[in-house]
């Protein structure tokens, strides 16, 4: 059981939310159809996370091994700045992208659901598996999220940084005053 103080102070330090997208975006099925296109389902609950992450100023991308006009269309509809797809070294990505955020590695959080995430969530500050990550993966992770990849793992994710950060109450108030 990791220390919940321990993630909450690593959490405090994120300026950049990096993900996986299959089997953390999404429940990591994929449905491909004969033109040769692919569709993907993802929750609009770790959509609107994410939106709140970047209302607080922090930044998010995208580290895929696969490559979808589908992942690019939900990246931008929803501000995500950095996305890399296609890769198969996510190394070299997550090097480069950390340049352009402008950020360190103990400024970055990743989360992953399988065993190709283990050295970028090793590199980053606070490591977080999705609960259905592989048993290697969920091992190298600081947390596990309650929720599966793409049933709001995400957005768990979102308000736990928010959270560490004392962001969430400022965000929720346009919500919850009248």
């Not at 190709?116 to 977080?128: F, G, N, Q, V, Y």
């Amino acid at each position: 059981m990791p220390d919940f103080n321990d993630v909450e102070r690593r959490a405090a330090r994120v300026r950049l939310l990096l993900l996986d997208c299959d089997g953390v975006l999404t429940d990591g099925r994929i449905t491909l159809h004969a033109d040769g296109d692919e569709q993907k389902s993802f929750h609009t609950r770790d959509g609107h996370g994410l939106v709140l992450l970047h209302r607080a100023g922090l930044q998010s991308g995208i580290i895929s091994g696969r490559t979808s006009s589908v992942v690019v269309r939900r990246a931008s509809d929803l501000g995500i700045a950095h996305v890399r797809q296609g890769t198969h070294n996510k190394i070299v990505e997550y090097a480069e992208v950390l340049a352009a955020a402008g950020v360190s590695e103990r400024e970055t959080a990743y989360v992953g659901d399988d065993v190709t995430d283990i050295p970028l969530m090793r590199r980053s500050e606070l490591a977080i598996a999705v609960a259905d990550a592989t048993a290697e993966t969920r091992a190298a992770a600081h947390y596990v999220t309650e929720l599966p990849g793409g049933f709001g793992a995400v957005r768990e994710v979102c308000e736990l940084l928010l959270k560490a950060q004392g962001r969430w109450a400022e965000l929720m108030r346009r919500y919850t005053e009248d």
